[in-house]
């Protein structure tokens, strides 16, 4: 094998590599307005689910554009894609379509709800689902297709939406790369039935850990606030009577 041959192959098939080092973390910038946040959160005894959670549901809500009741703060975007998945109804023995271009969290979710993921090809420009090589991939056993809206890139939400309600199936966006991002003028993770987006050390809009789930679906919104506390259905804030 001739090292012009080499440099032709792709690094996984025994090629070489582009670079010899990882590529590191994007590192946030953290200064004195998110340490007194951080302090004034401290203080308050509320370290979980509690009054800077609704009101973070509220402001991403009145960002996205849908009621502040559909605004479900989640532990990360891996935890609401699979409580999205859920609530969609997908379980064991279903088939849920997504990108083959993506972090392993996406397919993890699906088989959290006990479906197998089933890869659809992108397009090539963009890296984001091909809505023909998902019409191909639809089964009987179909019941939700996963679209990942790649670095910053909307997927076609148009035709894969359409094919939703064509072929009933759930649309449960993965929106973890997308906060800010429009799809023609609308804003990316608000497309399909749910959208789920990740605020994670290394996202452009972080809280060092952590997700949110919006949806058009109330019913959604409300078993997904019940299963992400393991189905207790009194919160904290009711709790303590702030609610």
Request: charged share 20%; aromatic share 6%.
């Amino acid at each position: 094998m001739t090292a012009s041959a080499d440099s032709e192959r792709p690094a996984i098939e025994g090629g070489l590599p582009v670079r010899d080092a990882l590529l590191p973390f994007f590192r946030v910038e953290l200064g004195s307005e998110e340490e007194e946040a951080a302090v004034r959160v401290l203080r308050s005894g509320w370290i979980a689910t509690g009054p800077e959670c609704e009101r973070f549901e509220a402001d991403l809500a009145a960002y996205l554009g849908i009621p502040a009741a559909q605004s479900v703060t989640v532990a990360s975007c891996t935890a609401g894609l699979h409580l999205a998945l859920r609530a969609a109804g997908v379980g064991p023995g279903d088939e849920v379509i997504t990108s083959p271009i993506t972090f392993p969290a996406s397919a993890n979710a699906i088989l959290h709800a006990g479906a197998t993921p089933v890869f659809a090809d992108v397009v090539p420009e963009w890296l984001t689902l091909d809505p023909e090589a998902v019409a191909a991939a639809i089964t009987p056993r179909t019941r939700a297709i996963v679209p990942v809206h790649f670095a910053g890139w909307p997927c076609e939400m148009d035709a894969l939406c359409a094919l939703g309600r064509d072929h009933g199936l759930a649309v449960v966006e993965d929106a973890a790369h997308a906060i800010g991002a429009r799809h023609r003028g609308r804003p990316a993770g608000t497309l399909g039935d749910a959208g789920a987006f990740s605020f994670y050390a290394t996202k452009n809009l972080t809280t060092c850990e952590g997700g949110l789930v919006a949806t058009k679906h109330a019913d959604w919104a409300q078993r997904m606030r019940v299963e992400r506390l393991h189905g207790i259905d009194v919160d904290a804030t009711q709790r303590d009577g702030l609610a």
